[in-house]
């Protein structure tokens, strides 16, 4: 087992008028890595115009704009979903909680709707073609989910399932001490590097040699492989992480919530699903449409 690495959740403290700080975390530090670079990117491919076939969808100065309508989705859809997905019955009773989004709690699946919904409603008022914008930002979304994944593994949170794999990892607090059957402290699989290393670097180089094979002169099709090899990444890594504290039971350990406590499936397999389906649909209907140009 690989002891948790001594990190600091907290990456620089701006010193403060009085002797007070202001802490800077990794986590945030990450949300900023992943905005700011996913909109160099887009902004580099709205500048590439042979890459569209016949044109880019939009100039690199509305990136900008799109930006501040992404950035509300993913705030607002990923802590909706979380409330929604996870804690629906918790929240119902404390609906001011909801507000509190420095407790922590925020869902993928739940910012990916957030982000699909502000753009298509942002397309609509610039009258802009909503199937390319969600290509390009397709594209670029591995590099947010990447530096996500990594703060993940900072925050000591999100771990995985315990293991006796050489590469299991001790996490701080809880995560040390609560394996049953385990007497001592317990390693666990470092799920997070596994998200980070599919939904991150894997599906960037997937999006990477699609656009380099004229991917993106087929809208929708780029929208499609990243909605279809997220969902396949997610669902094989929930295999190894361990699921969220409400779901599991002494009865259930896995934390299933839908089949036995043996063969079932966790709630982000659950909502993992339909974005396979639905990805694989749209990319057979993208592939037998007309390239553009």
Aim: glycine residues 16%.
């Amino acid at each position: 087992m690989i002891p948790f690495p001594a990190i600091d959740p907290v990456a620089v403290t701006i010193p403060l008028p009085g002797g007070a700080g202001l802490p800077i975390r990794w986590y945030a530090l990450a949300y900023l890595a992943g905005l700011a670079g996913g909109w160099w990117l887009m902004a580099r491919l709205m500048r590439r115009e042979g890459l569209w076939g016949d044109g880019a969808p939009m100039r690199p100065g509305q990136v900008e704009e799109l930006l501040t309508w992404v950035v509300a989705g993913v705030v607002l859809g990923g802590r909706l979903g979380f409330v929604l997905f996870y804690q629906p019955g918790y929240y119902l009773a404390n609906p001011l909680d909801i507000l509190k989004v420095w407790q922590g709690g925020m869902s993928f699946h739940g910012g990916f709707l957030g982000v699909l919904l502000a753009t298509l409603l942002w397309c609509r008022r610039t009258g802009i073609e909503a199937l390319r914008v969600i290509d390009a930002i397709a594209v670029v979304s591995p590099l947010g989910l990447f530096f996500g994944r990594l703060a993940n593994f900072i925050n000591a949170e999100l771990w995985g399932r315990p293991t006796d794999a050489p590469w299991g990892v001790v996490f701080p607090g809880p995560a040390a001490q609560d394996c049953p059957g385990v007497e001592g402290l317990c390693a666990r699989h470092p799920s997070q590097l596994y998200e980070a290393g599919l939904e991150g670097l894997l599906l960037g180089l997937v999006m990477w040699l699609l656009v380099r094979r004229g991917g993106l002169a087929r809208p929708g099709l780029a929208g499609a492989v990243f909605l279809a090899g997220y969902g396949i990444a997610r669902f094989f890594v929930e295999f190894f992480r361990e699921a969220d504290a409400q779901f599991i039971t002494p009865e259930n350990p896995l934390g299933h919530v839908i089949g036995g406590p043996v063969w079932g499936a966790s709630m982000g397999q659950l909502l993992s699903l339909p974005m396979i389906v639905v990805g694989l649909l749209v990319a057979w209907w993208a592939l037998r449409r007309p390239v553009r140009g």
